[in-house]
């Protein structure tokens, strides 16, 4: 009877580790594949997050062409500026974005400064031509006074 007793302890003992032992491995893979889990989650959204950060980052059409008309006035190509300013306006309209004609009416103002700097009346008066129509599309007044000023300096040389 205390053999028998003692057999059944160990009997118990060694089923208590067997379970122990195999809980604590399935616990281990359990966290284990948790942690895989993690860093394959992690991993696809950086992956997400530079993909979104470069589409975020990148210029509009609008802008690439303001930025082309941009240079196109600084190397004192007046007929290139101007076109790249039609068409930035042209896209803006397209797309309904008052965010972006706001952009072409400015930018057109600057690079008529530019031309008027360099005594190109023509190309100064048909860059201000540019924001004046757009600003009048969004009829932005005290804007609109401010390029009728513009205008009339070059046309009244």
């Known amino acids: ?10 009997e118990e003992r060694r089923v208590k580790m067997a379970r122990e032992t195999w809980a604590f491995e399935h616990r281990a893979d ?3 594949v948790r942690r895989w889990g993690a860093v394959v989650i992690v991993g ?5 997050g530079f993909g979104a950060y470069l589409v975020l980052n990148e210029p509009s059409p609008v802008q690439q062409r303001l930025a082309l008309a941009r240079d196109e006035a600084e190397q004192g190509n007046s007929t290139a500026a101007i076109q790249d300013l039609e068409h930035a306006r042209h896209r803006a309209r397209q797309d309904g974005d008052t965010e972006a004609l706001r952009s072409v009416a400015a930018e057109a103002e600057q690079i008529g400064h530019v031309f008027r700097r360099r005594g ?3 190309a100064a008066r048909d860059s201000w031509v540019v924001a004046y129509d757009v600003l009048l599309e969004l009829r932005d007044d005290g804007s609109i006074r401010r390029l009728e000023r513009l205008l009339v300096s070059v046309t009244n040389r």
């Open 44 to 48: 696809a959204l950086v992956v997400l």
């Open 30 to 32: 359990r966290a284990a």
């Open 1 to 10: 009877s205390v053999m028998r007793d003692e057999q059944r302890r160990e």
């Open 120 to 122: 190109d009346d023509d």
